[in-house]
Protein backbone atom coordinates (compact mmCIF):
# COMPACT_ATOMS: atom_id res chain seq x y z
CA UNK A 1 0.00 0.00 0.00
CA UNK A 2 2.84 2.40 0.87
CA UNK A 3 4.38 1.58 -2.52
CA UNK A 4 0.96 2.27 -4.61
CA UNK A 5 0.77 5.86 -2.61
CA UNK A 6 4.76 6.64 -3.11
CA UNK A 7 4.12 5.89 -6.92
CA UNK A 8 1.06 8.21 -7.08
CA UNK A 9 2.76 11.06 -5.26
CA UNK A 10 6.01 10.61 -7.30
CA UNK A 11 3.59 10.89 -10.99
CA UNK A 12 1.87 13.77 -9.55
CA UNK A 13 5.28 15.81 -8.76
CA UNK A 14 6.63 14.59 -12.57
CA UNK A 15 3.55 15.73 -14.09
CA UNK A 16 3.57 19.04 -12.26
CA UNK A 17 7.02 19.28 -13.31
CA UNK A 18 6.54 18.70 -16.69
CA UNK A 19 3.48 21.03 -16.85
CA UNK A 20 5.72 23.95 -16.05
CA UNK A 21 8.45 23.10 -18.42
CA UNK A 22 6.07 22.64 -21.00
CA UNK A 23 4.41 25.70 -20.32
CA UNK A 24 7.70 28.00 -20.13
CA UNK A 25 9.38 26.69 -23.34
CA UNK A 26 5.93 27.81 -24.73
CA UNK A 27 5.95 31.54 -23.38
CA UNK A 28 9.91 31.50 -23.87
CA UNK A 29 9.11 30.55 -27.92
CA UNK A 30 5.91 33.32 -28.37
CA UNK A 31 8.73 35.78 -26.95
CA UNK A 32 10.59 35.01 -29.78
CA UNK A 33 8.54 36.30 -32.33
CA UNK A 34 9.43 39.47 -33.91
CA UNK A 35 7.71 41.78 -36.95
CA UNK A 36 10.70 40.19 -38.97
CA UNK A 37 8.88 36.42 -38.49
CA UNK A 38 5.35 37.73 -39.31
CA UNK A 39 6.46 39.64 -42.23
CA UNK A 40 8.29 37.01 -43.72
CA UNK A 41 5.27 34.66 -43.12
CA UNK A 42 3.02 37.01 -44.98
CA UNK A 43 5.34 36.68 -47.85
CA UNK A 44 4.30 32.86 -48.35
CA UNK A 45 1.29 32.33 -46.54
CA UNK A 46 -1.14 31.20 -49.28
CA UNK A 47 -5.10 30.98 -48.71
CA UNK A 48 -8.14 30.30 -51.40
CA UNK A 49 -9.61 33.51 -52.91
CA UNK A 50 -12.76 32.59 -51.36
CA UNK A 51 -11.49 32.38 -47.99
CA UNK A 52 -11.29 36.46 -47.05
CA UNK A 53 -13.95 37.65 -50.05
CA UNK A 54 -16.91 37.56 -51.33
CA UNK A 55 -15.28 36.05 -54.73
CA UNK A 56 -16.39 32.14 -55.02
CA UNK A 57 -13.08 31.12 -56.29
CA UNK A 58 -11.03 28.34 -54.86
CA UNK A 59 -7.55 29.49 -56.59
CA UNK A 60 -4.78 30.01 -53.97
CA UNK A 61 -3.06 33.27 -53.71
CA UNK A 62 -0.39 34.94 -51.62
CA UNK A 63 -1.60 36.98 -48.11
CA UNK A 64 0.29 39.97 -49.63
CA UNK A 65 -1.72 39.51 -53.00
CA UNK A 66 -5.05 39.48 -50.68
CA UNK A 67 -3.72 42.81 -48.44
CA UNK A 68 -3.43 44.71 -51.98
CA UNK A 69 -6.89 44.00 -53.06
CA UNK A 70 -7.98 44.80 -49.61
CA UNK A 71 -7.62 48.33 -50.73
CA UNK A 72 -10.07 48.49 -53.36
CA UNK A 73 -12.37 46.02 -52.93
CA UNK A 74 -14.59 44.59 -49.31
CA UNK A 75 -12.60 41.61 -48.05
CA UNK A 76 -11.88 40.26 -44.52
CA UNK A 77 -7.88 40.73 -44.86
CA UNK A 78 -7.49 43.18 -42.00
CA UNK A 79 -10.05 41.10 -39.57
CA UNK A 80 -7.60 38.22 -40.41
CA UNK A 81 -4.67 39.37 -39.87
CA UNK A 82 -5.92 41.60 -36.64
CA UNK A 83 -6.81 38.00 -35.35
CA UNK A 84 -3.12 37.03 -35.86
CA UNK A 85 -1.18 40.04 -34.50
CA UNK A 86 -3.55 40.04 -31.36
CA UNK A 87 -2.61 36.10 -30.64
CA UNK A 88 1.20 37.08 -31.44
CA UNK A 89 1.83 40.35 -29.88
CA UNK A 90 -1.41 40.90 -28.02
CA UNK A 91 -4.45 43.20 -27.97
CA UNK A 92 -3.41 47.12 -29.04
CA UNK A 93 0.65 45.91 -28.88
CA UNK A 94 0.72 47.01 -32.64
CA UNK A 95 0.95 48.47 -35.74
CA UNK A 96 0.99 46.85 -39.21
CA UNK A 97 0.85 49.45 -42.34
CA UNK A 98 0.99 48.67 -45.92
CA UNK A 99 1.11 50.61 -49.22
CA UNK A 100 0.79 49.51 -52.90
CA UNK A 101 1.24 52.22 -55.21
CA UNK A 102 -0.27 54.71 -54.01
CA UNK A 103 -3.34 53.29 -51.39
CA UNK A 104 -2.33 52.59 -47.85
CA UNK A 105 -4.07 50.84 -44.91
CA UNK A 106 -3.56 49.83 -41.18
CA UNK A 107 -4.70 47.62 -38.60
CA UNK A 108 -3.34 48.33 -34.76
CA UNK A 109 -2.52 51.75 -32.94
CA UNK A 110 -0.42 54.02 -34.09
CA UNK A 111 2.35 55.14 -31.39
CA UNK A 112 5.14 57.50 -30.44
CA UNK A 113 7.73 54.76 -30.01
CA UNK A 114 8.44 50.72 -30.34
CA UNK A 115 10.35 48.10 -29.07
CA UNK A 116 11.33 46.99 -32.36
CA UNK A 117 10.02 47.37 -36.01
CA UNK A 118 10.39 46.27 -39.48
CA UNK A 119 9.54 46.58 -43.06
CA UNK A 120 9.63 44.72 -46.23
CA UNK A 121 8.34 45.12 -49.83
CA UNK A 122 6.43 42.07 -51.07
CA UNK A 123 5.87 41.08 -54.68
CA UNK A 124 2.74 41.09 -55.97
CA UNK A 125 1.16 39.01 -58.05
CA UNK A 126 -0.40 41.41 -60.75
CA UNK A 127 2.92 43.50 -60.73
CA UNK A 128 4.31 45.84 -58.46
CA UNK A 129 5.66 45.41 -55.05
CA UNK A 130 3.18 45.88 -51.55
CA UNK A 131 5.57 47.61 -48.90
CA UNK A 132 4.50 46.70 -45.37
CA UNK A 133 5.91 47.82 -42.05
CA UNK A 134 5.07 46.12 -38.43
CA UNK A 135 6.10 47.83 -35.07
CA UNK A 136 5.62 46.09 -31.61
CA UNK A 137 5.04 47.50 -28.27
Known amino acids: MTAFADAMIFLIVMMMAI???????HIDQGADIGPDDVL???????????????????SL????DLMALSLTQETDVDDYLKSILDAVFGENRYFLSYRYGELSGSIGTEFDHYTLQDSRSIP??????????LSIL
Open 19 to 25: SVIVTYN
Open 40 to 58: RDISIIEMRLSDLTDIEDD
Open 61 to 64: VFLS
Open 124 to 133: VSIGGYIDVM
